[in-house]
């Protein structure tokens, strides 16, 4: 296998020296035509839809529902206030916006249309409030058929009087009749007391758009039912202190770049009514408003990223090689590959998505580690004086072999994402493997062809000049410090290595889609918001029920669940015990027919009479306190008298306080809409009673129209939506909701659903990922050395620095989420690629003589621009991109690590090892010593030939072995002038 990639190096080696411009040329066409392609056709998406394949069982069920019910993920404004009557005249407002909005959404439900249900309404109250109603009708009718009787001011506290003569209440059997009476009465007057001192009576509105309005109704009676309904039309929560208003979408926008239009028109809208009204908060939220900042924050981030990581490796390369020219060469030549990968991403796919997007700014980090080693590599060999076609040769023929298996593990480590039924994760591995590739290609073939067209027809001396000034490697003192206590090293290692797997045991994974966001996004943190309030969460389950009846025992068996909080069906709009609820109905119409029903109660109010009536039921109270107090110890009587007036007492003393402060005109003004708001809703309601039908069950044609195109799809499927009582975005909760709710409906599907299957997807996915890239890499390394000394070698950097990585993130507590968890099969194609060059370099040597040759510092250069390209992800707002530069900021570093100082640390220990092998067992003097040292000594591995990590005994004479000028090993004093001629030398590798 070496013999072939060799072969294969020396082709490559003719074809750049035979074709540079061709190549460089084509190149550059094939390059241009990329980036025009993925200018012009070129998009990124962020639709849950596109990433999971279509045919899984559970995202069958999700597309069916969507396709069924034309459904999209709603805009949600949210507008929250402690004023409801103002919420509900912006939330009209918003809603009318809307319906004019360009580009138009396809659906607004902001308020419901109750009108065909209105003369309905009683079918919806249970058969006790009807028999209640009935009960108190009684009571109101009796006193109606009374000629002075009326329904007003006057008239309640004229009856007040009546019933506080002495005959009437020393009579047992009034006092049944009474006390109903005087409770009624003490509400009436406390809400009199209340108009009269200028307060606001809050009135209890209803929440959920879906469930029935009229529901909540009995709780009231025969209080004033048409302002429950007016309260009622909007979806309203905490007491109608947040409505929410419902937009839907363009069929297919989520998915495109006009759903960012519409977000950025809808905050345009909503900032404009925001300014009018500044005492109400308005906030945008839903899933598509998600998605649309989610993909905003990381494209935004990405290109931010890549900019960085370009400036910063373009500033290493300058500093670290002293000049501009081949740096520069090493950036077009990476530019070029991106250009291409980008070109081979439009042309394959189509699209990136908010996974594949990110692997632009990895590859460039990770796509300029074969620049660095090429360029280090080839300026070694012109610093040797080597010639420019040897320099090619070498260059190729050696670290060539090794950037293309560390390449090849690199792009495995990708392309072994597309093994999976996860189209988002599949898409990122061809994308970014391919990106891998044309780097790889790029490097071996485009950028020596760009050197050689520069260097060639140039002066041997110049060009050894140039190289010797930008070539550099460590010094002996380098190598005293690293590498002089390899067994210390190498302890100290393992018990890292025992911490770190302590602490690996520890490292938990978030499943938090929320966490993954910039939680300073106004959508986040209004998603959030309703997390903590009565509305919770917009996000729902649904289960599509073939029929009315069906969705109705559904709906039975859904209640019954301990995670279910709300259902929203039509199945609330027919009410069951119909027969029953209608004969009860007409008995109630059947009595209010003939009734004396005032329509008009906007009657002057004589202010001076009420103050004297309630000054008399003031006095009579007080009298009849006193005088029930006398007799409590001997009649139940009495104590029932005490207990009545104590009650009745402080409204009474409130209304008549706050009258004496109060000027003439404003409280005529102010009774007169007590009367109004009181007695003209009783007057309305007991006309709307008498306008209830029973002749029909309630239809579908009665619902409202907004309700039947959410709820109903044209096949006359039913929708049922369903809100967990725990947050749906934590991973536990959703496992019980999830797991719930299959027991009554195993379809049952929605985004709570959607998000629980995705992420256990992706997890699985990774991880599966993670073990075949594992086992290639793992068959590549074996390819590529055929020998288990140094399979072993090269993979153990590899596990221990991924080791150090897992027990650094379980130390610091970094979980894992669904972003980050892509770093663990890049770490393993990306971190052994260290391990393959410096064994690779040990093997060319045999020796350890790493930091005195272009590999160590290209290696280091290598791992630091990786670094820069990820860490420049740490810039991001999006914590999913930041996490997933942090982590792989911890695994590349852990494994350049083990590979450049733990490795070494086995290496030098190898050297010494198969030294003292091969020593006499004395020596005699230094001749001796020197003839008892061969050249090179063949064994299981490549010999020592003056290793600078193996110590010398005293008085034994170091034997050079080829250190060329340049050549800083332990075993020279001095060194030669690099601008001096050399001798014309064999450069061979002792054989493998």
């Keep these: 296998m070496r013999r072939t990639l060799e072969f294969l190096a020396r082709g490559i080696s003719s074809l750049v020296w035979t074709l540079p411009v061709p190549i460089v040329l084509c190149s550059i066409v094939v390059a241009g035509a990329s980036a025009w392609l993925a200018a012009t056709r070129l998009r990124v998406i962020n639709d849950t839809d596109a990433i999971i394949r279509p045919d899984s069982p559970i995202h ?67 058969t006790d409030d ?24 006057h008239s309640m506290l004229d009856q007040a009087n009546a019933r506080f003569s002495e005959a009437y209440l020393r009579k047992a059997e009034n006092w049944k009749e009474f006390k109903p009476f005087i409770d009624q009465f003490i509400a009436m007057l406390n809400r009199l007391a ?54 839907s979408p363009p069929i297919g926008a989520q998915a495109t770049d006009e759903n960012q239009r519409i977000v950025h028109r809808l905050r345009q809208v909503l900032a404009t009514i925001q300014t009018q009204n500044p005492q109400v908060h308005i906030g945008l939220t839903g899933e598509p408003v998600l998605a649309a900042d989610e993909l905003e924050t990381s494209s935004q981030d990405t290109i931010r990223a890549t900019g960085i990581a370009f400036a910063l490796v373009a500033l290493l390369y300058v500093v670290a090689y002293g000049e501009l020219w081949r740096p520069l060469v090493a950036i077009v030549v990476l530019v070029l590959a991106l250009c291409g990968s980008l070109g081979f991403a439009t042309l394959a796919i189509g699209h990136l998505n908010l996974i594949s997007e990110a692997f632009v700014a990895m590859v460039v980090g990770l796509g300029i580690d074969f620049g660095i080693q090429i360029m280090s590599r080839y300026e070694e060999e012109l610093a040797l004086g080597r010639s420019l076609r040897d320099a090619l040769d070498n260059t190729l023929r050696h670290t060539g072999v090794a950037i293309l298996t560390g390449g090849a593990t690199t792009a495995v480590a990708f392309f072994s994402m597309c093994f999976n039924d996860f189209i988002g994760l599949a898409e990122f591995g061809a994308v970014a493997g391919a990106g891998v590739l044309f780097c790889l290609v790029g490097n071996l073939i485009v ?68 966490h993954l966001q910039n ?112 007799y409590t110890a001997f009649a ?29 005109e404003e409280l005529g003004r102010r009774l007169n809409r007590y009367q109004i708001e009181v007695f003209g809703a009783m007057q309305r309601n007991l006309a709307w009673l008498a306008s209830q ?6 239809g579908l044609e009665d619902l409202p129209v907004e309700l039947l195109e959410r709820y109903r799809s044209p096949s006359g499927r039913i929708l049922i939506e369903i809100s967990p009582k725990e947050s749906p975005w934590d991973h536990q909760s959703l496992a019980r909701f999830v797991k719930d709710l299959r027991t009554i409906d195993p379809n049952v599907t929605g985004t709570p659903v959607e998000n629980y299957e995705y992420i256990e997807l992706l997890r699985k996915a990774y991880l599966d990922a993670a073990r075949w890239a594992l086992i290639v890499v793992a068959i590549l390394v074996a390819i590529h050395f055929l020998h288990p000394g140094y399979i072993l070698l090269t993979l153990l950097p590899l596990g221990l620095g991924s080791l150090w990585a897992l027990g650094i993130v379980g130390l610091a507590q970094i979980p894992f989420n669904p972003a980050n968890i892509i770093t663990l099969p890049l770490v393993l194609g990306i971190g052994v690629a260290y391990g393959i060059y410096a064994v690779d370099r040990y093997q060319e040597e045999g020796r350890m003589n790493l930091f005195s040759t272009s590999t160590g510092k290209a290696i280091l250069l290598s791992a630091v621009t990786a670094l820069i390209g990820f860490g420049s992800l740490l810039v991001s707002t999006h914590r999913g991109l930041y996490s997933i530069g942090l982590l792989m900021l911890v695994g590349i570093g852990s494994c350049l690590v083990t590979s450049l100082w733990v490795l070494p640390q086995i290496l030098c220990l190898l050297d010494r090892w198969r030294l003292l092998r091969k020593q006499p067992t004395s020596l005699a003097s230094d001749a ?46 001095t060194q030669k002038d690099p601008a001096a001629p050399q001798e014309k030398k064999t450069s061979e590798p002792p054989a493998s």
Excluded at 564 to 572: A, N
């Design 194 to 247: 209340d108009t009269v001192e200028g307060r606001v009576t809050v009135r209890t509105p209803v929440a959920s758009p879906a469930e029935s309005k009229a529901s909540k109704v009995a709780q009231a009676k025969l209080e004033d039912f048409q302002r429950l309904k007016t309260e009622n039309e909007f979806i309203s929560f905490d007491q109608g202190r947040i409505i929410l208003v419902l937009a």
């Design 636 to 664: 139940q009587q009495a104590r029932d008298a005490v207990e009545v007036f104590s009650k009745l007492i402080p409204p009474l003393e409130r209304a008549l306080a706050a009258m004496e402060q109060t000027s003439q």
């Design 519 to 630: 939680p300073k996004l106004e959508s986040v943190q209004e998603e959030l918001s309703l997390l903590q309030s009565p509305a919770n969460s917009v996000v729902v389950a649904v289960s599509v029920a073939n029929d009315l009846e069906e969705a109705k025992k559904r709906v039975e068996q859904f209640k019954k669940l301990p995670t279910v909080r709300d259902l929203h069906s039509l199945t609330e709009f027919f009410p069951e015990k119909i027969s029953e609820k209608q004969a009860l109905i007409r008995r109630i119409v059947q009595r209010l027919k003939g009734a004396r029903i005032q329509t008009d109660v906007r009657s002057q109010i004589n202010v001076a009479r009420v103050r004297r009536d309630l000054a008399s039921l003031l006095e009579k109270s007080r009298e009849g306190y006193r005088e029930a107090k006398k």
């Design 60 to 126: 069958r069920n999700y597309l069916q529902y969507k396709n069924e019910f034309q459904a999209e993920g709603d805009y949600v404004v949210v507008v929250r206030s402690n004023d409801p009557e103002k919420n509900r005249e912006v939330a009209q407002k918003i809603g009318e916006a809307l319906k004019q909005m360009s580009p138009p959404l396809r659906r607004v439900l902001y308020r419901l249309d109750f009108s065909r249900l209105e003369d309905r309404f009683l079918l919806f109250l249970d």
């Design 928 to 973: 001796d010593a020197n003839q008892a040292r061969p050249a090179a000594v063949e064994s299981t591995l490549d010999s020592p030939r003056g290793s600078p990590c193996t110590p010398l005994e005293t008085g034994q004479a170091a034997v050079p072995s080829d250190p060329g000028p340049n050549h800083l090993g332990g075993y020279r004093e």
């Design 693 to 698: 039908k029973v002749d029909r069950p309630i």
């Design 447 to 514: 950028l020596p062809a760009a050197y050689i067209l520069r260097d060639r027809g140039r002066e041997p001396h110049k060009l050894q000049t140039e190289a010797s000034r930008s070539h550099w490697a460590a010094g002996p003192f380098v190598h005293r410090i690293l590498f002089s206590f390899p067994w210390g090293v190498l302890a100290a290692a393992a018990v890292a290595s025992w911490l770190a797997w302590q602490y690996a045991q520890k490292v938990t994974f978030d499943y938090n889609l929320l």
């Design 130 to 153: 009807l028999r209640q109603i009935e009960k108190d009708l009684q009571g109101y009718l009796k006193a109606l058929r009374q000629p002075k009787v009326r329904l007003n001011v």
